[in-house]
Nanobody, 123 residues
Framework: VQLQASGGGLVQAGGSLRLSCTAS????????LAWFRQAPGKEREFVAGFRWSDDFTRVADAAKGRFTISGDNAKNTVYLQMSSLDAEDTAVYYC?????????????????WGQGTQVTVSS
């Protein structure tokens, strides 16, 4: 399984970005994919998750109302649409996937990880 994350960059506070994570290497119908982020000096934290089989999603409280996760099965790609960004959203964003129908918020439960993409929000 390979994951390719992209879409990070520098954005002003209040702006938007869309991250993409493209998966390859097998069929993902029984997998879930999640986005995590890690800010400097902080623990990696769950942001949002997506279940391929029925498009079920789960979003962390800190992201609710601002971030939306969605998927395109034909492209094996999951998107994280982020809006109303602020400085606290600055972090490296990682996508990860695991073979389970449960969207876990625990990073140790994910076996496969992408390389991370930097999101920097300037105030």
């Amino acid at each position: 399984v390979q994951l390719q994350a992209s879409g990070g960059g520098l954005v002003q506070a209040g702006g938007s970005l869309r991250l993409s994570c493209t998966a390859s290497g097998r069929t993902f119908s029984s997998f879930t994919l999640a986005w995590f982020r890690q800010a400097p000096g902080k623990e990696r934290e769950f942001v949002a998750g997506f279940r391929w089989s029925d498009d079920f999603t789960r979003v962390a409280d800190a992201a609710k109302g601002r971030f939306t996760i969605s998927g395109d099965n034909a492209k094996n790609t999951v998107y994280l649409q982020m809006s109303s960004l602020d400085a606290e959203d600055t972090a490296v964003y990682y996508c990860a996937t695991r073979q389970s129908y449960l969207i876990s918020t625990v990073q140790a439960n994910y076996r496969h990880w992408g390389q991370g993409t930097q999101v920097t929000v300037s105030s």
